[in-house]
């Protein structure tokens, strides 16, 4: 269970950063709002799988409230699914 949380955090940071890119890409003069409509709806089912593997694992690793609230705002910020797995998912492997 843990290696398919590593992976979805994975995915779901890379997700991420690409669709702050086509966010980004988007406002320019040449771009187009495409790849945000691309990228939109697999990033939002791999925040919410993000999530939910984390409040089941959270009673399997017993994570204190502060690590769980940690391993959850990982998802919101931008590269924070990285850290997180360096820090705290990577040594439990």
């Given at each position: 269970m843990l290696k398919t949380f590593r992976i979805v955090?994975?995915?779901?940071?890379?997700s991420y950063l690409l669709l702050m890119a086509a966010s980004i890409?988007?406002?320019?003069?040449e771009g187009n709002d495409?790849?945000?409509?691309l990228l939109g709806m697999p990033?939002?089912?791999?925040?919410v799988a993000y999530i939910a593997f984390?409040?089941?694992?959270?009673?399997t690793y017993k994570w204190n409230s502060k690590t769980?609230?940690?391993i959850l705002l990982g998802s919101i910020?931008?590269?924070?699914?990285?850290?997180?797995?360096?820090k705290y998912l990577k040594p439990l492997a």
């Open positions: 955090a994975l995915l779901e940071g890379v890409y988007k406002r320019l003069p495409e790849y945000v409509k990033h939002g089912l791999l925040f984390a409040i089941f694992l959270r009673s769980f609230i940690l910020l931008p590269f924070g699914t990285f850290y997180i797995d360096k």
